[in-house]
């Protein structure tokens, strides 16, 4: 498949008021409607216009065309779960191991999963396009917010700290799209929520040298 890159893919402008963004986002969501009710293939800018009550026009002046609108989902995704696990770290700083490991994983699936009918959406069109630029630096940034928080753990240490921190990002992201892609259940779903916070304690524990004295 030719997978267009993300310089292709940018938006005309971005909002620059308050309502050119409560604009952005009736089309954001008129779009994910509009993909479930008739897939990727049948959507069009004509017919999510239609949907967000917006005229083409309006939709033109931020996406060109189809494809631009499809990867502004799929980058508006990626900012919410940055920020929110950002949030987080501001959150988890200084705290204990086990509390670190349940705190990263909760956030990470809450943020995953606060909207599930546009994550689902989202998932089935991420690959219509070239991510691997995007995903390296996302995964970049989770990496180093996880780094960071277990520089500051007081209860345990770590031989190769990046190392871990890049091994708990995996882990976190790696289960979250399995279940994604391949069954999204609400069984899977819970199964997650209550394995995964102990896999990635775990895993810590299994890192670290020791507790301090």
């Given at each position: 498949m030719n997978r267009p890159p993300p310089a292709l893919l940018k938006p005309r402008k971005a909002p620059q008021q308050a309502r050119?963004?409560?604009t952005i986002e009736a089309i954001h969501v008129a779009t994910i409607q509009v993909l479930l009710a008739g897939g990727?293939?049948?959507?069009t800018t004509t017919r999510v216009a239609a949907r967000a009550g917006v005229s083409v026009g309006t939709m033109y002046q931020y996406y060109p065309h189809k494809q631009a609108l499809l990867f502004a989902l799929v980058q508006r995704q990626f900012d919410l779960i940055d920020t929110a696990m950002r949030d987080a770290a501001a959150r988890l700083a200084g705290s204990d191991l086990?509390?670190?490991?349940?705190?990263?994983?909760?956030?990470?699936?809450?943020?995953?999963?606060?909207d599930m009918v546009a994550s689902r959406a989202i998932y089935g069109i991420a690959a219509e396009f070239d991510l691997s630029e995007m995903m390296s630096r996302a995964a970049q940034r989770?990496?180093?917010?996880?780094?960071t928080l277990l520089a500051n753990v007081p209860d345990a240490r770590f031989a190769d700290r990046s190392s871990a921190a890049f091994m708990l990002a995996a882990l976190l992201g790696g289960s979250v799209r399995v279940v994604m892609e391949a069954e999204p259940s609400e069984e899977n779903f819970a199964r997650l929520r209550c394995e995964?916070?102990?896999?990635?304690?775990?895993?810590?524990?299994?890192?670290?040298?020791?507790?301090?004295?």
């Open positions: 050119s963004a409560v990727v293939g049948r959507l086990g509390t670190v490991a349940h705190g990263v994983a909760t956030a990470w699936l809450d943020a995953k999963m606060a989770m990496t180093q917010v996880i780094d995964l916070p102990r896999a990635c304690h775990a895993y810590l524990v299994a890192a670290s040298q020791g507790a301090l004295a």
